[in-house]
C-alpha cells in the first residue's frame, strides 16, 4: 500500500471480511477510516480492532438518506475524503425459474443501487476537496455464469458498468474509479 498519512477514507460492509480488510490496510498505512455497516456490535469490535485512526457509522446502503448521512458524518469527524471502498453485497442462490421478484431485487438493491447511493455521496464529497479514488468490490461473477445465481451475477455485471460511466464521467473531476 502507497503512504496514505492525511487521507481519510470511507468503506461500506467495513466491519467484516473484504471491507474490514481494506479498512486494516487503510490504517496501517497511516490513513484515517470511517466503516459503515447495519449492525452496531460488529462496528464497535472492528473498530477496536482498527485502533484510533477508525470511527463507525451505522449505515444501510439501500437508503438514500442513511448512505448521505454517513458520508457527511465522515467529513465532519475527518474533514474530508479522498478513498472510498464499496465493499457492501449479498446473494442468493436458486434456479431462475423459482426465484422471486422481491429476493431478485433485494441482491440488486445492495450490490447495484446500493454502490450507486455510495458512489454518488462518496463523488460528491470528493469533488469538493479536489479529487479521490473510489473502488468498487465486484466478482468474477460480474464477467462469468455462475448456476443458480442470476441476482448475483446481474448484479455485479451492472456494478462493472455503473463503475465504468462512472469512471468516465468523474475523471474531470479528478475521481477515479474501478472495480476490482
Not at 70 to 78: E, H, I, L
Not at 88 to 96: E, F, K, Q, V, Y
Amino acid at each position: 500500500m502507497p503512504d496514505l498519512t492525511g487521507k481519510v477514507a470511507f468503506v461500506t460492509a467495513g466491519a467484516t471480511g473484504i471491507g474490514f480488510g481494506c479498512a486494516r490496510e487503510i490504517v496501517a498505512s497511516g490513513g484515517k477510516v470511517m466503516i459503515c455497516a447495519r449492525r452496531e456490535d460488529t462496528l464497535r469490535d472492528a473498530v477496536e480492532k482498527l485502533g484510533a485512526n477508525a470511527a463507525w457509522i451505522a449505515c444501510d446502503v439501500t437508503d438514500d438518506k442513511s448512505v448521505d448521512d454517513a458520508v457527511a458524518a465522515t467529513v465532519k469527524r475527518f474533514g474530508r475524503l479522498d478513498l472510498a471502498v464499496n465493499s457492501a453485497g449479498t446473494g442468493s442462490a436458486g434456479p431462475i425459474l423459482r426465484t422471486k421478484t422481491e429476493e431478485f431485487e433485494r441482491v440488486l438493491q445492495t450490490n447495484l443501487t446500493g454502490a450507486f447511493r455510495c458512489l454518488r455521496a462518496e463523488a460528491r464529497a470528493m469533488a469538493e476537496t479536489g479529487g479521490g479514488s473510489i473502488v468498487n468490490v465486484s466478482s468474477i461473477a460480474g464477467a462469468l455464469t455462475h448456476p443458480w445465481m442470476a441476482a448475483y451475477c446481474a448484479s455485479k455485471a451492472g456494478l462493472d458498468m455503473l463503475t465504468k460511466c462512472a469512471a468516465d464521467e468523474l475523471g474531470e473531476l479528478k475521481i477515479r474509479v474501478n472495480s476490482v
